[in-house]
């Protein structure tokens, strides 16, 4: 288990309404369910199909283990404009 | 009579020397050709320029157009054009907007006015069906854009200058009610022309050839755009400003005069940011589902918000973080009529100069107590702002600093970092009009923003480029918002960016680049209509015209081709095509040496496909096209070539 800083971007962070939260997860595979935790309300596109980014560079994979004061981020899907 | 419904049949043409009207000829084969907006506009232009016409002649032309399905019922259809040789470039500039002017010249019995000579005073026409009058505006001149309008007829549509475009600042916009014919200084040649403002009004109610099947398109339309990921929630909900989380994260957020990608105080001035703590509420042009304007407060006054061009260029490029300071700045330039995203690379510009040393100012990156006055002297021609209202290149010229002179063809860049999307890098390079994102083609929507595909390689950009640079000409020739591509991406990639639809997807794209070269070079192969890609119904319910994906292709190319081959008529050389040597020369991510523009390799695909030399169409190409091709004897350089 590692704490790290979760910030939300996007439609993601208006719907769930986290800017930025701390969460205990070993892996971001672990986060996804323990962000969900925090909102009370059912999201249209989870956690889970967003763009995930550690420390401000791109993670591919879901098993990526996390370490104790990482950023992630996590990007709602849609963009463009 | 146009044998074709949707049209109004009529185009205007104004000489403001004389204060005379007349028809000028317009026929169905010419509909045909060009379906409207920005190709009927380049189509007319062609057959007026000759070389070393300049912008401030007082025979250059203002081409106003609007397209097939403008006024027809489609979602997000109030677009009109404005195209002339721009003050800014030397070239066609094409402007497009989505104000209501182009419906009301609809309805007053006219798909287009072109506007020529030089009125003696300051001038309004106003266009009431039949009847067209030129009104002395003395009394506008030199007011702001809002007073302006409300002083003209209220139910009128209209097209107005600020004092930025009466003084002739080459990046000065035309506005229409609270939306902007923002690039190229269509501004400064309405100034140049002493007319302040045009209006129309009329009676006419718009035919279209098949009622019932256009309202079932268009309701299919509508619920397409609701639903898209793109259209229904991002851009209501975050605007365009929702691109600038998405953009620091590919590193495409251009900062600090493009010196790099990302900027740490992003968050500060973010879509997010706006959508939480500044937005009023959500609005749009006339007729759009999509509603991407943003609503903000300035001075207790509700005004219209900054867009992503404007928010990522005066904050980020400007190593600004105060988004309150970029609302009122969007604010101010709009009310003096100028173009945010040039005034701002060309702030940038003047930055770096002044850091570098090479040219001393009181400009500094992140400073911003003194941006206001410096709009003010810019509009006003004053001071400094003299020198800045000529834009990028022209400092470039006398300052030096080329190498970070952030234009294409003269054109300032829009906020896309182009290292981080080497694609819509040779979209900048290659676009029509110059450093265009949307000219390009946009090709950072599939590098990163709404697709993923590989950000960096140069492989099969060229062929994809090319598609979307003709199928977005076709699309705005129609009459239609770019922002109504977006429904082409499959709902299920954009939503699930991370499912092995998506990832098949991203890779196929760049895998895909022959074919699409092959569609790029014989269009015709694409002869059908697809469920998904609706314009070619609407434009043949609301026309009668036969139509589908691949006639749509091919009217764009035609498009293309016709506005580069008016551009060497101007005398744009061969190996116009350039980027500044910091973007194709120097790493964005020290050690990576991939975070840069390959532009001399994409662009030898790109002119093989194309049928071009050295970007210069050649005669075949042309011949093919159907275009006539200029007297290669009189044409500067190179001119045409079939080497």
């Not at chain 2, 009466?166 to 501004?187: D, H, I, Q």
Request: charge should be positive.
């Amino acid at each position: 288990m590692a704490e790290v800083s979760v910030k939300c971007f996007g439609v993601l962070r208006l719907d769930s309404k986290i800017d930025t939260a701390a969460v205990d997860a070993a892996t971001v595979a672990e986060l996804f369910p323990k962000v969900n935790e925090l909102i009370e309300t059912e999201l249209a596109i989870g956690f889970d199909d967003a763009l995930v980014y550690i420390n401000g560079l791109r993670c591919k994979s879901k098993k990526q283990k996390l370490n104790a004061g990482d950023e992630v981020w996590l990007l709602s899907p849609a963009s463009g404009g | 009579m146009a044998k074709y419904k949707g049209y109004a049949g009529k185009v205007l043409k104004v000489d403001l020397s004389a204060e005379a009207v007349e028809e000028f000829p317009w026929s169905d084969a010419d509909r045909e050709r060009t379906l409207g907006g920005k190709i009927m506009a380049a189509d007319i232009l062609y057959r007026h320029i000759k070389p070393g016409m300049k912008a401030f002649d007082e025979d250059n032309w203002l081409v106003v157009t609007t397209g097939p399905i403008t006024g027809c019922g489609c979602p997000s259809s109030s677009r009109f054009n404005i195209s002339t040789i721009s003050p800014l470039t030397n070239i066609i500039t094409s402007s497009n907007c989505g104000g209501s002017f182009g419906m009301m010249l609809k309805k007053a019995g006219y798909d287009a006015l072109i506007i020529t000579g030089k009125a003696k005073k300051p001038t309004h026409v106003e266009i009431n069906d039949d009847i067209v009058e030129f009104k002395d505006a003395s009394n506008l001149w030199g007011l702001h854009v809002t007073p302006a309008q409300e002083q003209l007829p209220p139910k009128a549509g209209k097209m107005v200058i600020g004092p930025a475009g009466e003084n002739k600042v080459l990046y000065a916009c035309v506005f229409s009610g609270e939306r902007t014919a923002g690039r190229g200084g269509v501004g400064a040649v309405f100034g140049d022309k002493n007319l302040k403002a045009v209006t129309a009004a009329g009676t006419r109610q718009n035919e279209v050839a098949d009622r019932e099947k256009l309202k079932e398109t268009n309701k299919k339309w509508v619920e397409q755009l609701k639903k898209h990921p793109l259209t229904g929630k991002q851009l209501p909900r975050l605007g365009t400003a929702g691109l600038i989380s998405p953009m620091h994260a590919h590193h495409i957020l251009a900062t600090k005069n493009f010196g790099k990608g990302r900027f740490e105080g992003f968050e500060k001035v973010s879509g997010e940011e706006l959508a939480e703590k500044h937005l009023v509420k959500n609005s749009g042009c006339v007729s759009c589902v999509i509603q991407c304007t943003r609503r903000v407060k300035v001075d207790g006054k509700v005004v219209k918000g900054p867009e992503l061009e404007t928010l990522g260029l005066l904050g980020p490029n400007l190593m600004n973080d105060d988004i309150e300071s970029v609302i009122r700045w969007n604010y101010e330039l709009d009310e003096l009529g100028m173009d945010t995203i040039s005034t701002a690379g060309t702030l940038a510009f003047a930055m770096e100069l002044n850091e570098k040393g090479l040219w001393e100012n009181p400009l500094e990156f992140g400073k911003i107590d003194n941006i206001s006055a410096i709009f003010e002297d810019i509009a006003n021609r004053r001071g400094i702002g003299d020198i800045l209202a000529d834009g990028t290149k022209r400092m470039s010229e006398r300052f030096g600093g080329k190498e970070f002179a952030i234009h294409a063809k003269g054109m300032e860049l829009a906020a896309y970092e182009p290292r981080g999307a080497v694609g819509q890098g040779l979209g900048y390079a290659t676009s029509n009009r110059g450093g265009c994102h949307l000219n390009a083609g946009y090709m950072v929507v599939l590098e990163g923003l709404g697709l993923n595909v590989n950000q960096y390689t140069p492989f099969g950009k060229a062929a994809i480029s090319i598609f979307f640079q003709n199928l977005m000409e076709a699309i705005s020739a129609a009459g239609s918002c770019l922002f109504t591509s977006y429904t082409v991406m499959p709902a299920p990639v954009v939503n699930k960016p991370n499912s092995l639809l998506a990832k098949v997807v991203n890779k196929g794209f760049i895998a895909l680049g022959p074919v699409i070269g092959l569609l790029d070079r014989y269009p015709g192969i694409a002869s059908i209509n697809l469920p998904i890609i609706l314009y070619p119904y609407a434009v043949q319910h609301a026309t009668g015209m036969k139509m589908n994906i691949g006639k749509m292709i091919k009217i764009g190319e035609y498009g293309y081709n016709l506005e580069r081959h008016c551009n060497n008529i101007l005398g744009q050389e061969a190996h116009a095509d350039t980027l500044p040597a910091r973007l194709t020369g120097e790493e964005q991510i020290e050690g990576n040496k991939k975070s840069k523009v390959p532009l001399d390799k994409m662009l030898k695909s790109y002119y093989r496909i194309r049928g071009w030399k050295d970007g210069v169409p050649k005669k075949s190409k042309l011949r093919s096209l159907g275009i006539s091709g200029y007297p290669a004897a009189i044409l500067n350089g190179e001119g045409l070539s079939d080497g």
